[in-house]
């Protein structure tokens, strides 16, 4: 059994930072890469950025690069995502989710999700 835990959410002005935090438990030892998904209301949940568990590879979404950046700490299975510059366009609930498979922006390839955390950006 995997289970994630986000944390880090919240309302902030347009320009200003979050960081979001997942940290996973149980089964992680078949974990192969962390990923950042999120959701605006009406809108698919779309892919923002992934870290590759086994090395630094991490991967954007084009309209975050540069803005957002994901880290991880190995021990406690914490995976982060600095939002900085934030604009309107990011508000929705983001998700952190775990892949088994691959390190990868594919939503189905992601087994395991965390239940979401809100973030608002103000304008």
């Known amino acids: 059994q995997v289970q994630l835990i986000e944390s880090g959410g919240g309302l902030v002005q347009a320009g200003g930072s979050l960081r979001l935090s997942c940290t996973v438990t149980?089964?992680?030892?078949?974990?192969?890469?962390v990923g950042w998904f999120r959701q605006a209301p009406g809108k698919d949940r779309e892919f923002v950025a992934a870290?590759?568990?086994?090395?630094?590879?991490?991967i954007y979404a084009d309209s975050v690069k540069g803005r957002f950046t994901i880290s991880k700490v190995k021990p406690g299975n914490t995976a982060y995502l600095q939002m900085n510059m934030l604009k309107p366009e990011d508000t929705a609930v983001y998700y952190c989710?775990?892949?088994?498979?691959?390190?990868?922006?594919?939503?189905?390839?992601?087994?395991?999700w965390g239940q979401g955390t809100q973030v608002t950006v103000s304008s």
């Open positions: 149980g089964r992680t030892y078949s974990m192969y890469a």
């Open positions: 870290i590759d568990w086994t090395s630094t590879k991490t």
């Open positions: 989710a775990t892949s088994d498979q691959s390190f990868t922006r594919a939503r189905a390839l992601y087994e395991h």
